[in-house]
């Protein structure tokens, strides 16, 4: 039986033993203080590189390649090296063709380390709030990437506006769009926002999968701190991402961004083998808020006895 809470309730099917449990404490209080220490020499080492690309360049659409390989060995050297010293030495990637990417991609989404996977393996940019630009150091990465900024204050700025433009002028770099709008336990496939949709033109859908056996990866209900400490600390974590064939919409999907979406949200769901369920991002956002004893209670109350 399946809640409406189900995909964002923490499933650990590991079972450390009292030493393996002083192992992991050692390796989080030696090991994990001098991973994070690397991962901010990269991303200072890299925010660099991306204003020195980016320096005295008012177009940031029409940089010299030059400049454009510099950001993408940037991105890409902190991508992979977050990556690695969070275990996952080995990605296996697949694959279905080889065709030119169309103007939006998305994916399926479990971890913060799905951003990171997808700046490794693609060049793409994402939307994002129009006041990360100012973060420091991570700002000047997000700009030198093109990402789409949304400021939700100004009227007509939205971000459907935003992905109809993208797609109208579509040059090169796609647009990555994770249409659950959360991260989930994986274990379903919960309802996708439209707005992706809203354009009517192909999309490349990927699945992202960890087949975990000691740390789960998925940040669903586990604050943050406790998410990245414990991503930290593994030694080995495996995942699996199937580039799948691109997306081709009819005339009717092409007219109807709601049917177009739930069509690929089941496209995507026969790859993951995992089962569609009405709840979305709000509902995990209160789930979130709640203590162990509402959870508890909220997974007992309201009860869904049908997968959709």
Known sequence: MFNIYSPFIRNNRYHPSITEKC??????????????????FIIIISSVLCKLATINQYDINNLPETNRSTIRYALKLTARSTLLLCG???ISFYEYDTD?????LIANHRSWSDILLMLYLFDIKFIAKHDLVDVPIIGVMASAMNNILV?????????????????KNFSSTPLFIF????TTNGEFLIKFKTGAFVPGT?????IIDYPYTKFNPSWDTIPGFDHCIGMLSQFRQDVVIKKLPIYHPSDTEKNDPALYCENVRNYMASFLNVPLIKTDYKNQQ??????EEERE????????RQVF
């Open 23 to 40: 192992l992991s404490n050692i390796f989080k209080f030696i090991f994990v203080p001098i991973k994070l220490l690397f991962i901010i």
């Open 286 to 291: 209160f789930f979130s808020n709640c203590n």
């Open 297 to 304: 209670k909220l997974i007992n109350d309201y009860t869904i």
């Open 100 to 104: 030119p990417e169309p103007p939006i």
């Open 151 to 167: 400021d939700r204050s100004k009227p007509n700025q939205g971000a459907t506006k935003q992905i109809l433009d993208h797609c």
């Open 179 to 182: 249409p659950e709008a959360t």
């Open 88 to 90: 996952f030495y080995n």
């Open 202 to 206: 192909p999309i490349r859908p990927i």
